[in-house]
Nanobody
């Protein structure tokens, strides 16, 4: 059974930082693309960042480029999202996601690329 467990969310003032973690179990973590998505109240879930299986290539939404950094530790089956210079617009529930084994035809920004999802962690940025 594949499980993804996020941690590290919380409340922070604008300009502050948070580091999210997502621990994966039940599959060979190092084989798969990992992504972070977020969903703000009243909005659809949106892509935030992704990192390829070996951690050599990263991808970001324009809204977070230069402020967020995605990374992974394959030895610990964990993916991270370092969030700096946070803004109130970053307030959302953040989800990590693991690529599906047969989902390679979907672009990394699409939810369809990912078969496994965490439960989400709340990030609240106050002004």
């Amino acid at each position: 059974q594949v499980q993804l467990v996020e941690s590290g969310g919380g409340m922070v003032q604008a300009g502050g930082s948070l580091r999210l973690s997502c621990a994966v179990s039940g599959r060979t973590f190092s084989r798969y693309l990992m992504g972070w998505f977020r969903q703000a109240p009243g909005k659809e879930r949106e892509f935030v960042a992704a990192v390829n299986a070996l951690g050599k290539r990263t991808y970001y939404a324009d809204s977070v480029k230069g402020r967020f950094t995605i990374s992974r530790d394959n030895a610990k089956s964990t993916v991270f999202l370092q969030m700096n210079s946070l803004k109130p617009d970053d307030t959302a529930v953040y989800y990590c996601a693991s690529e599906g084994p047969l989902s390679g035809s979907y672009v990394y920004t699409s939810e369809r690329r990912y078969d496994y999802w965490g439960q989400g962690t709340q990030v609240t940025v106050s002004s």
